[in-house]
């Protein structure tokens, strides 16, 4: 059962553009939503995160909209760059004190000149 | 300075052997995780320890035995590996809900 569903499974984004990558849960223990950014040969990295207590949270060109009472969640990339092509992976934590993360499936995105 | 860092970085071995990856984290960070990334990029959890006590266990084959000597490593030995075992794994640790440091990955390939 995935507990974490992400959309879209690939994206392409011209230079310049609005990327786009949408996230849903159902378990409304839930209480911390970060997303990832792995590059190849990489490991994830933590890019931003969000509490359920705000609906929007911006670094630099990166924002998460978030919807509680939907239960969504989605990271918006503005001005995308070259750069910024990678798998993005949403997540979420039950919000015990073990860190549990449950992982979307990821997105590729590719942003061409 | 690597946080958290794994090895070996890759690793090609026969059917049937035995192996071992390691992992350490110099970030104090109470709690470690083993992850499987398959060919389609699912991130799986493995294992999780906290304070050297395994906290989950996914379905994992038995094959698959984590050990963890103090709370700064967590290696992972596999017994008689098979194909399906191919992947990378990553290990990775946090401290409580924050997030997660990943290390770079072990590619495992078995021939």
């Known amino acids: 059962q995935q507990q974490v569903k992400q959309s879209p499974q690939s994206l392409i984004v011209q230079k310049g553009g609005i990327s786009i990558i949408n996230c849903a849960y159902e378990?409304?223990?839930?209480?911390?939503f970060p997303w990832y950014q792995q590059f190849p040969g990489k490991g994830p990295a933590l890019l931003i995160a969000?509490?359920?207590?705000?609906s929007e949270k911006k670094e630099g060109r990166f924002t998460i909209s978030f919807n509680k009472s939907a239960k969504q969640f989605s990271l918006h990339i503005m001005d995308s760059q070259p750069g910024d092509s990678a798998t993005y992976f949403c997540?979420?934590?039950?919000?015990?004190?073990?860190?549990?993360?449950?992982f979307g499936r990821g997105t590729q995105l590719t942003v061409w000149p | 300075d690597t946080a958290v860092s794994q090895t070996p970085k890759y690793l090609v071995t026969q059917m049937g052997n035995d192996k071992s990856i390691k992992c350490e984290q110099n970030?104090?960070?109470?709690?470690m995780y083993w992850y499987k990334q398959d060919s389609k990029k699912f991130l799986k959890i493995m294992f999780s320890?906290?304070?050297?006590?395994?906290?989950i266990n996914e379905t994992v084959p038995n094959r698959f035995s984590p050990k963890s000597p103090d709370k700064a490593h967590l290696n992972l030995h596999i017994n008689s590996l098979e194909l399906g075992d191919s992947a990378v794994y990553f290990c990775?640790?946090?401290?409580?809900?924050?997030?997660?440091?990943f290390g770079s990955g072990t590619r495992l390939t078995v021939v």
């Open positions: 378990n409304t223990a839930f209480d911390y």
């Open positions: 997540a979420a934590d039950p919000g015990s004190t073990l860190g549990r993360l449950y």
């Open positions: 969000i509490r359920p207590d705000v």
């Open positions: 970030l104090g960070h109470d709690t």
């Open positions: 320890y906290n304070n050297k006590e395994l906290i």
């Open positions: 990775a640790s946090s401290r409580g809900t924050d997030g997660y440091t």
